[in-house]
């Protein structure tokens, strides 16, 4: 019973954590087993003694209670059920993360549990945002461009607003090394991963501190993933299945956009746009700086050395901030907020079907940020196309945050 105990924890703190998100049917769902089943709570019938829970593969499974039925609290981050605390029913809520223990029916849509396993929803909030402060802090991120197999040595391209700087991240068998999916959409749908699978043009974002030279970076995590980038303009929108037809800006291709309950949709302003780029948080962008510090579209300012603290790759000194870091603190909004006629800017895992991407994250109003970032036509030369520049951008906000 006990080494039950230990696996039924491990396992609700990895689904909890880092939840999947293929498609799935209830046949295949790993988180719907024998004896138990795992999902976040969709509704409560106290009455009926009922639970209705949804997989992270989105299999419905109903689980029944009676008055034998024993429920634990479980904090994020813990190992064991040693420090789990007893709870009841009425201390259920929706949102909490539940694993329903008991003999799963053989259609495996339902569950007579002798034992309730939960992570509160606040719980797990307070959890992810602390995590997700700690990769802004400790964080860094870009492209790979280059990778030293003898040495583990990757190196990054680092775009911030005063510049573009290589860094090298080496990494060792001490690294936690995770990679995205074809066609996953989320940071935690990340796999363990290791150096051999890396190639140039991934983005790459890596936890961990400063070295004493500013260009390098010791990081103790590092995610990984092939993204595909895109610009288009929105020629329809259907919200009932959450997809938008765009006409590719660069070759003109017809393209179908996913939107799914994970992605991330942002507007980005006309504003931002004539401001060169210095976005939220003062005079001088994100990070802080001077006026003036951001250089004039397609000009670079020169490499600011950097390190983790303020300043660094991940922190928030003058000319510190990835053009990245200004994205993921964009308004969001929903897809009944992008219109047709709107430029966007999609990233996506490379999928199987190359005319179909399903959004990791979404840009509207990206025209006024692809002018921001386009190179300047030399004198005499034709204006380029507006997503000419695009894969060179620096625009890597395919990996997220926790």
Known sequence: MRKFFFAAAIGLITLALSPASFAQTA??????AAKHAIGEIKSIDAAAKQLT????????VSVTLNDKTTYKKLAPGEKTLTNATD????????GDRIMARGTVAEDRKSVPAVQVIVMTKGDLAKKQEAERLEWRRRGILGVITALKPDTKEITISNRTIAGTQAVVIPVSDKTEMRRYAPDSIKFGDAKPSNFTELKVGDQLRALG??????????????????????????????????EIKINELEKKHPLTIVIKNDAVLRRFSAEMGMMGGRGPGGPGGPGGGAPGATPAA???APARPQGGGPGGPGGGGPGGRNINDMLERLPTISIADVKVGDTIIVSSTQGVDPTRLTAISLVAGADALLAMLAPRPAPGQAT????????????????GLP
């Open 384 to 399: 380029p196309n507006p997503a000419a520049g695009l894969g060179s951008s620096g625009i890597t906000f395919g990996i």
């Open 27 to 32: 046949d295949n769902d790993p988180n719907i």
């Open 53 to 60: 829970i949804k997989t992270d593969a989105g299999s419905i």
């Open 87 to 94: 709870v009841t029913f009425a201390e259920l809520a929706e």
């Open 298 to 300: 397609g000009q670079a």
């Open 209 to 242: 501190d400063r070295t004493e030279d500013p260009l390098r970076f010791k990081p103790e995590k590092v995610v990984t993933g092939s993204f595909r980038t895109v610009g288009g303009v929105v020629t329809a929108i259907d919200t009932a299945t959450g």
